[in-house]
């Protein structure tokens, strides 16, 4: 005797442990008012490290902006190993997430075996499932287009899912108003020495107007730019100057992520030094890092190939495949 394939239909929605949800909200927001209420107010003393980066971001590195002192001036040390934990979490999201590298050579053994079957058994069709978990694996890793470029041209109140690649013109239209405005932002947060953030908030920004791109005009309109090998390379190259920026101020001033740069005027691009340098290294580290970690989550696909035939037949029969056979 078989077992039952489908579930019986609850009547009603269940309750997933609402007292653990509000428990847990209760919680978050006494922690959240005790953090609140134990903040310094205005006329607390600084802390000291605060006091050290105000007394020396302006004599020392030319900063108007003591974050960009603190970030990559005094605790420089502390933002490079930030930096390559980010890209050792970048290097695990790109092993768990590559999908199977391309065969060289003679790959026609699944064409030849089905033109073989076909000799040995006619009768034997290919089944319509299979073929048709096959097409949404093609479709899936972009080989084919799923649908139209753009939904513009279909009918209004069409039934069925949106499989166009992009988004309407006007969503369209606001992307490209607001990805060139963004864009500047991001560098602007980089090149000037008196604006808080450097080349982590630039880098989320740049990350920002990509997926903008992505999503309103699909993968294909990006793919130019959103090539695995150009954001590898492109990141390692911000690593490496990084690297060479710290490396350069222990070899020439004696100390690791020491300023070995004239200092310019306050106010300018050139002030800061090496904070600058290496400021738009990390630009480029943290925007292409973040872009690759992205869409390679984006991109993830699942093997469509199909079980044996024999675990295809006990899981039908809701058996295990190393439960015994016996009697149903």
Request: glycine share 12%; charged share 25%; proline share 7%.
């Amino acid at each position: 005797m078989t077992k039952e394939k489908h579930p019986i239909v609850a009547d009603r929605e269940p309750r997933h442990r609402l007292w653990l949800g509000l428990v847990l909200t209760l919680g978050t927001a006494v922690a959240l008012g005790a953090a609140y209420l134990a903040a310094p107010r205005e006329n607390a003393p600084l802390p000291s490290a605060a006091t050290y980066a105000l007394v020396t971001a302006l004599p020392d590195w030319k900063l108007l902006e003591p974050v960009n002192e603190v970030v990559y001036g005094s605790r420089g040390f502390d933002t490079f190993g930030e930096t390559f934990l980010l890209l050792a979490a970048v290097v695990s999201i790109v092993v768990l997430t590559r999908p199977r590298e391309p065969r060289r050579g003679y790959f026609g053994e699944h064409t030849a075996g089905e033109r073989e079957q076909q000799e040995v058994d006619p009768d034997e069709r290919v089944d319509e499932e299979e073929r048709a978990t096959r097409a949404a694996d093609t479709r899936e890793q972009g080989k084919i287009s799923s649908g139209p470029e753009d939904p513009d041209s279909a009918p209004l109140g069409a039934h069925g899912p949106e499989r166009a690649e992009s988004l309407t013109v006007v969503t369209r239209t606001a992307i490209r108003v607001a990805a060139p405005i963004l864009a500047v932002t991001g560098c602007y947060l980089v090149a000037w020495g008196y604006s808080p953030g450097g080349g982590f908030p630039g880098g989320a920004v740049l990350l920002g107007v990509l997926l903008l791109a992505y999503a309103g005009f699909g993968r294909r309109r990006i793919a130019r730019v959103a090539r695995p090998g150009l954001l590898e390379t492109a990141e390692m190259a911000g690593a490496l100057l990084i690297i060479g920026t710290e490396l350069l101020g222990l070899v020439l001033v004696g100390s690791f992520s020491g300023n070995w740069l004239p200092l310019a005027e306050p106010g300018t691009i050139r002030s800061g030094g090496i904070v600058q340098l290496f400021s738009v290294g990390e630009l480029i580290e943290v925007g292409t890092g973040l872009s690759i970690a992205v869409l390679g989550v984006l991109s993830i696909s699942r093997d469509w190939a199909p079980d044996e035939e024999g675990q295809e037949s006990d899981e039908d029969d809701g058996q295990s495949p190393d439960e015994g056979g016996g009697e149903r």
